[in-house]
């Protein structure tokens, strides 16, 4: 059965960091594109990092760039997310997501809160 289960939300000051980690099983993990998500209380779900494949350019929404580093471990089937710098506009739950586009395949996690607040 397909899971994708992410851990490390919680409460930090503004300024503070977190990291936050998403174990997927179930499905064939390097075959898909792993991005993080977040959505906050009256606003749209966004993506806020993607990494197609390991070894390949991650990308990030601007709000994020040079404060977050997602990184992937095929071996271990497993994407992270860490959170630098963060701040109270960061607050949102945050998501992981596998992707094969051209499959038109995609699971989707349970979510992990993520409070920036001091």
């Known amino acids: 059965q397909v899971q994708l289960v992410e851990s490390g939300g919680g409460l930090v000051q503004p300024g503070g960091s977190l990291r936050l980690s998403c174990a997927a099983s179930?499905?064939?993990?390097?075959?898909?594109?792993m991005s993080w998500y977040r959505q906050a209380p009256g606003k749209e779900r966004e993506l806020v990092a993607r990494?197609?494949?390991?070894?390949?350019?991650?990308t990030y929404t601007d709000s994020v760039k040079g404060r977050f580093t997602i990184s992937r471990d095929n071996a271990k089937n497993t994407v992270d997310l860490q959170m630098n710098s963060l701040k109270p506009e960061d607050t949102a739950v945050y998501y992981c997501?596998?992707?094969?586009?051209?499959?038109?395949?995609?699971?989707w996690g349970q979510g992990t809160q993520v409070t920036v607040s001091s």
């Open positions: 997501r596998a992707a094969r586009l051209l499959s038109q395949r995609y699971y």
């Open positions: 179930g499905f064939s993990f390097s075959s898909y594109a």
């Open positions: 990494m197609v494949s390991a070894g390949s350019s991650p």
